[in-house]
């Protein structure tokens, strides 16, 4: 039996390939293990749509290496730069797996590197072995995107937008229930966009939700990463009318200038975004917002940017992340003319977190006494983390800290009341 260590980078779209390429590996020929030095063959499965997911890629690659044993790397990275991989940079790899066309023959070559021996192949995104707690799952919808934001690696890499099949989506949902998981977290490159290359005109995200929702036992459901002109007054409605949908809308807006939207290749503007938040605030005022932003475009000028700031202080997101535009090479806004300098770039992100830091602490006052149905996520030594609307299991908002006599597992689900804010971080007690 050969055991096999898996390391995913990335973001949640990547853990559930991970998951999915962990269930490849069956009894009795292999044994996940987590520790490194008890593997026999330890698989990487990289990120790199931006330079510094590069950068973890290459560094995960060298430090896994001196593990000596057999070193598989997957993923992004690969797909990325795969007619560059035969460098002798990289002399400790053993094996480089392209995604989608190769990943199901994975226990085959990495026993053909041991012995030869033969297993048949199968790769399937619905059989996975979860490396999360399983009070929640990730459900991937879709693959790739047709959007090509000009400065986004993600098409070239991911390739074009594929719905997954409504009745395998949901038979997987109906199985994570049924294994005690209690919120399902819906992502994809671009799911509000679900449904589009279907031959069934009926099916969208929302005829997918209709589906999901009434599942037994099923408490939670969440969406990430929406489009904004793909959140549609149906979307909304369902969010609002629904208790099982979480009141937490995450979508990554980019920019408002018209200016820069454009250049990037956005469909939307400035005044269809404002038409959705506000209607969804209207809709939902106690909603939670998130968004990620691009400062440093090519061309933002300073009244770009001044309008962004403007923007993020009308519109108070609770959670806000900002990068730095990364000129990647593949895509269309490397070639633009007007590059910010670096030091400049990091100047502007620093300005909107400062700003974003002020506007989370009075989100986070306002959240003071309200009430939240809430799992318990993790148990620290006196205290319990949890998560409810207020934050995605990304590990990307704030933490909700619970402060209570009782005792709890991992998943269970509580009543709490928020008690005191911090900037990031919430206090709670048990109701
Ligand atoms: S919608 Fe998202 S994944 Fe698709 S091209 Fe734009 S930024 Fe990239």
Redesign the pocket.
């Known amino acids: 039996m050969k055991k096999i260590a898996l390391i995913s980078l990335g973001c949640v779209k990547n853990q559930v390939d991970s998951e999915a390429i962990l269930a490849l590996f069956k009894e009795p020929d292999f044994k996940i293990v987590d520790n490194l030095e008890d593997s026999d063959a330890i698989i990487i499965n990289t990120c790199g749509f931006i330079e510094p997911a590069v950068r973890e890629a290459i560094d995960t690659i060298y430090e896994a290496a001196e593990y000596n044993k057999i070193l598989v790397v997957v993923g992004c990275f690969v797909e990325r730069f795969y007619k560059e991989l035969d460098d002798p940079a990289f002399p400790h790899v053993d094996l480089w797996v392209r995604f989608k066309d190769e990943y199901k023959y994975l226990p085959q070559m990495i026993q053909a590197l041991f012995s030869g021996e033969k297993v048949a192949p199968k790769f399937d995104i619905f059989d996975r072995i979860p490396s999360e707690s399983n009070y929640f799952s990730y459900i991937k919808i879709s693959e790739g995107?047709d959007?090509?934001?000009s400065?986004?690696t993600?098409?070239f890499i991911r390739g074009r937008f594929v719905s997954l099949p409504e009745d395998d989506i949901v038979a997987y949902a109906k199985k994570v229930v049924a294994e005690g998981g209690k919120e399902i977290v819906l992502i994809g490159?671009?799911p509000t966009s679900y449904g589009k290359d279907l031959k069934d005109e009926n099916i969208n995200l929302v005829h997918l939700l209709k589906r999901i929702e009434p599942i037994e036992g099923l408490e939670k459901i969440r969406m990430l990463?929406l489009?904004p002109d793909g959140i549609t007054d149906e979307l909304i409605e369902f969010v609002k009318t629904h208790k099982k949908m979480s009141r937490y809308f995450d979508i990554?807006v980019?920019h408002c200038s018209d200016r820069i939207l454009k250049l990037m290749n956005r469909r939307d503007t400035k005044a269809s975004t404002e038409e959705v938040l506000n209607k969804i605030k209207k809709e939902i005022p106690d909603v939670i917002l998130r968004t990620t932003l691009i400062v440093g475009f090519p061309g933002e000028t300073l009244d770009d940017f001044n309008e962004l700031k403007e923007f993020i202080n009308k519109y108070k997101f609770n959670h806000l992340g900002v990068f730095t535009y990364s000129k990647e090479e593949e895509t269309k806004s490397a070639k633009f003319p007007n590059h910010i300098p670096e030091e400049e770039k990091i100047r502007r992100k620093e300005e909107i977190m400062q700003i974003q830091a002020r506007i989370s602490y009075e989100q986070n006052k306002a959240l003071v006494g309200k009430e939240f149905n809430a799992f318990i996520h993790k148990i620290n030594n006196n205290d319990y983390s949890v998560r409810c609307d207020y934050n995605a299991p990304d590990d990307i908002d704030g933490n909700v800290i619970l402060k209570t006599d009782k005792v709890h597992q991992v998943g269970d689900l509580v009543k709490i009341k928020i008690e005191k804010a911090f900037v990031y971080d919430l206090i709670a007690s048990e109701l």
């Open positions: 995107c959007n090509f934001c400065f986004c993600i098409p490159q671009d990463y489009y990554p980019q």
